[in-house]
């Protein structure tokens, strides 16, 4: 290898905290594990920080991936070097985390070396009994113009209220929490470098709070310089909010669905009708798309029928978002659509432009929504398949 610019041991920082960081950098380049009980290397490629392609032993591409998460002790080498590989790999690194992590406590995959009791230092964790933790990358001090402490079970933001200020976490964790009629539901907890609040407070008008943020221990949150993240807003092409705004929903709509199961509230979930299976030609498949007229739905299918995870419309996106390498179709879940669609392909090379343009805050911040999108979709399906089992129906 050459050029290596970090290496160490996986006791210290293991898989998912590695594709987390080089993920958060945007590295391009070749990370090379080696145990001993390994016959040969385990390499996982990178580009602009998300795996392309991946080789260990005989297996490639994402299942190599899902292997090395086995490896609980050894060593890792990165280098900055032109990966030079065909992408084979197409879920976003939050997605391939999540699923890694949740083969190695289903016991779907080998363990080489032992594994470690304390899965606190994960980006995220998946243990069933575990409330997932939301990392983020390094905080950008530049953009943090004042700092709050917040004692534990202090409210930071009430759900309901009026206000925009966004904060990121510092130190210690946070919940976000949403009041349903079984009382307080905690949705997510935040950890370091994740933030409290979205890019709809960037929109014009009061914006109410969708869910209250509640300190888990004692927090230290750094508040953002929000007219200046505002100013970079408005500054984007009317494509580009209409994207960001579109994530947000999204986001809100997966919390939607995760507490109707939780309150059993199975019955409104599946296919909407008058919608039907919609198809992309294998040249549009990667493409990435703006509703002008008509529906969609973006569904699951699973072992106990359909489940609807969000409803789109006129003026929503949807497909795939190669710049950052994310989207629930039509990779991760079906499209249904309306009769009467009518879809414009968006052009994702001025997007790749433009979004290099940005700070770091402001890409962090999408990053962020993705990352909790992502998070929170694996809860609706983990609920639902849970709900549907303990009922027996099918």
């Known amino acids: 290898m050459k050029n290596i610019v970090f290496s160490g041991k996986l006791e210290f920082l293991n898989l998912a905290e590695l594709i987390q960081l080089i993920g958060n950098n945007g590295s391009t380049g070749i990370l090379e ?48 070097e032109s990966a030079r590989r065909h992408k084979v790999i197409s879920k976003n690194r939050m997605e391939i985390i999540l699923d890694g992590l949740r083969m190695v406590d289903d016991g ?41 402490s917040f004692l534990d079970g202090q409210i930071v933001a009430a759900e309901g209220k009026h206000g925009s200020w966004i904060w990121v976490v510092l130190e210690g964790m946070v919940d976000i929490v949403k009041e349903t009629k079984r009382g307080p539901e905690v ?3 935040l950890s370091e470098g994740a933030f409290v609040g979205s890019f709809a407070s960037f929109l014009p008008g009061d914006h109410v709070r969708s869910a209250a943020a509640i300190a888990k221990g004692n927090v230290q949150l ?4 929000a007219p200046r993240l505002a100013g970079e807003f408005a500054s984007l092409s009317p494509t580009f ?21 939780r309150e059993k509230k199975l019955d409104g979930l599946e296919v909407p009708k008058g919608l039907e299976p919609f198809s ?12 002008k007229k008509g529906q969609l739905a973006i569904v699951r299918h699973t072992d106990y029928g359909h489940i609807q995870l969000a409803k789109l419309v006129k003026g929503d996106i949807f497909g795939y978002l190669s710049f950052v390498q994310t989207g629930h179709e039509p990779f991760s879940a079906a499209v249904y659509a309306s009769s009467d669609l009518e879809v414009t392909e968006i ?3 001025a997007l790749q432009v433009e979004y ?39």
């Open 108 to 148: 779907k995959t080998k363990i080489l070396g032992v594994r470690s009791v304390d899965t606190h230092l994960s980006p995220l964790s998946v243990s069933h009994d575990k409330m997932l933790e939301v990392k983020g990358p390094l905080v950008d001090y530049i953009y943090v113009v004042d700092e709050e």
């Open 241 to 261: 909010r209409r994207i960001l705004i579109s994530l947000d929903k999204r986001l809100k709509e997966v919390t939607s669905r995760l507490l109707e199961i």
């Open 356 to 394: 290099a343009k940005q700070s770091n805050t402001l890409k962090n911040l999408l990053e962020h929504t993705i990352a909790c999108t992502t998070i929170t979709t694996q809860l609706v399906m983990d609920a639902f398949l849970k709900a549907k089992s303990g009922t027996g129906k099918r």
């Open 222 to 225: 750094g508040v953002l310089d």
């Open 33 to 80: 594990i080696r145990h001993s009980a390994a016959s040969a290397l385990g390499v996982i490629y990178f580009l602009n920080g998300n795996p392309v392609d991946a080789h260990a032993g005989k297996a490639r591409g994402l299942p190599a991936v899902y292997d090395l998460f086995g490896w609980q002790s050894g060593e890792f080498f990165f280098s900055e």
């Open 280 to 291: 992309l030609d294998g040249e549009r498949k990667d493409k990435l798309f703006f509703i």
């Open 187 to 189: 949705i997510l907890r």
């Open 347 to 349: 052009d994702e090379e």
